[in-house]
């Protein structure tokens, strides 16, 4: 296969249906997606199996718990797929809105026009959940995809990308809306994202080496997160039921995600009465604490051991596995400069019964996500009522946090005017 040839082919196609669907109506893009919906739905057997033979290929390869986990497409999984289809097909259209509408002294009318970005490639590694996700939002909002999943989930990506072009041509959509890279070649991949004339966007979902590779290479503006370094802060006036199974749920729901938390931070005013009884939680789900010297002062008085000291490097990683970093601080103020200093500006929360202080953490802590008194995870398109999600941006130019419909549209100015010549 020659990659170049093959990519700029796609592009070619891409293009060339970004214009259709930009046209297309409401009623035939929202079709589309009930077919694919219908299709996973009758096709749930076939699309477990060929999942399994992913999984058998990545466990043969060696590929440790967290990977298998995001690589599983479970009963639950499909369930999530089918319904997050819905709820965007459910969602309002973005495209065509019209808002801002202000006359001029001139007698003019300007406002403003949201508008698909166009074409929209999208790079991941081994989740399948990605296909449909960004193919339900990237239809819904008007635009082309080019999708290159990685090769462990290739059997599971083909058989979905089938059913995603059965649900286009039922609804009357070109089926080069949605096209899957049929190739696990790096290069091609290279070539996506230097292909200006082409692809708008790269949205790239996947470990830091694929994105820090992007980064560096990549001549298309790009929507990405590197790292989801996410904390939670136990403030001395938190309710302690609620502190613990947030707590729990934040770390322990699920490792090997981009939301999960990395780092706890304990106030000292509450922490010889919340701090044991995390650390007992924690360690009853094996989960390795790595403390700084005020945690493991609190934790060996209550006769809590098998303790890693934290290192420096600890409060700047993202560990994808039962780690958890624990420090105790002194106040708000050092929770907050420690959280903007050491985290990776995805997603943070507090856990407080005091309102201003709450509301300070709101306001000062600077990420894409920030929660008072509720778990990290719930930072995720489907939870915050997106439909789905392309992927969460913690960058701060365009879209911030997870990236739904409005995400990827944009604006132009629009002019209605009565004949109005410029004097």
Request: aromatic fraction near 4%; proline fraction near 3%.
């Amino acid at each position: 296969m020659n990659i170049d040839e093959y990519m700029t082919d796609l592009g070619r196609r891409a293009r060339a249906a970004s214009r259709a669907m930009a046209r297309a109506t409401t009623s035939a893009r929202n079709a589309a997606l009930e077919a694919v919906a219908k299709a996973i739905e009758r096709e749930r057997a076939a699309l477990k199996e060929a999942n399994a033979r992913d999984l058998a290929r990545a466990r043969d390869k060696g590929h440790d718990a967290a990977f298998i986990d995001r690589l599983t497409l479970s009963d639950r999984a499909l369930d999530t797929m089918v319904e997050g289809l819905r709820q965007v097909a459910s969602l309002a259209d973005p495209i065509g809105e019209i808002s801002g509408l202000k006359f001029r002294p001139t007698g003019i009318q300007v406002g403003q026009m949201r508008v698909p970005l166009g074409v929209i490639g999208i790079i991941y590694e081994s989740r399948p959940n990605v296909t449909i996700d960004a193919a339900a939002l990237c239809l819904k909002s008007g635009n082309a995809a080019i999708l290159r999943g990685g090769s462990e989930a290739l059997e599971c990506n083909t058989a979905l990308a089938k059913l995603i072009g059965e649900g286009l041509a039922a609804a009357g959509l070109p089926q080069d809306a949605v096209q899957v890279v049929e190739t696990a070649d790096r290069a091609a991949v290279g070539k996506l994202i230097t292909m200006t004339d082409y692809v708008d966007v790269i949205v790239p979902r996947g470990g830091k080496s694929l994105i820090a590779r992007l980064m560096e290479e990549s001549r298309v503006p790009m929507i990405k997160h590197l790292d989801g370094i996410c904390h939670v802060y136990v403030d001395d006036r938190a309710d302690l039921a609620k502190t613990l199974a947030v707590c729990e749920n934040a770390k322990t729901h699920r490792y090997g995600t981009c939301n999960t938390m990395e780092t706890l931070l304990v106030a000292r005013g509450i922490a010889n009465e919340a701090l044991p009884a995390l650390a007992r939680m924690f360690q009853a789900k094996e989960v390795e604490l790595r403390v700084d010297p005020g945690a493991r002062a609190v934790l060996e008085a209550a006769k809590i051991g098998g303790l890693v000291d934290a290192t420096e490097e600890d409060w700047r990683t993202e560990y994808l596995a039962p780690v958890l970093a624990v420090k105790i601080v002194g106040h708000l103020d050092e929770a907050i400069d420690h959280i903007n200093e050491y985290g990776s500006h995805h997603t943070d929360a507090i856990l407080t019964e005091d309102h201003d202080r709450a509301m300070r953490f709101l306001r000062e802590v600077d990420s894409a996500s920030v929660m008072v008194n509720a778990s990290t995870r719930f930072a995720d398109g489907f939870e915050f009522g997106l439909g789905a999600e392309i992927g969460i941006s913690n960058d701060k130019l365009h879209a911030r946090g997870p990236v739904g419909l409005e995400g990827l549209t944009s604006l132009k100015y629009v002019v209605l005017g009565h004949g109005e010549v410029r004097q």
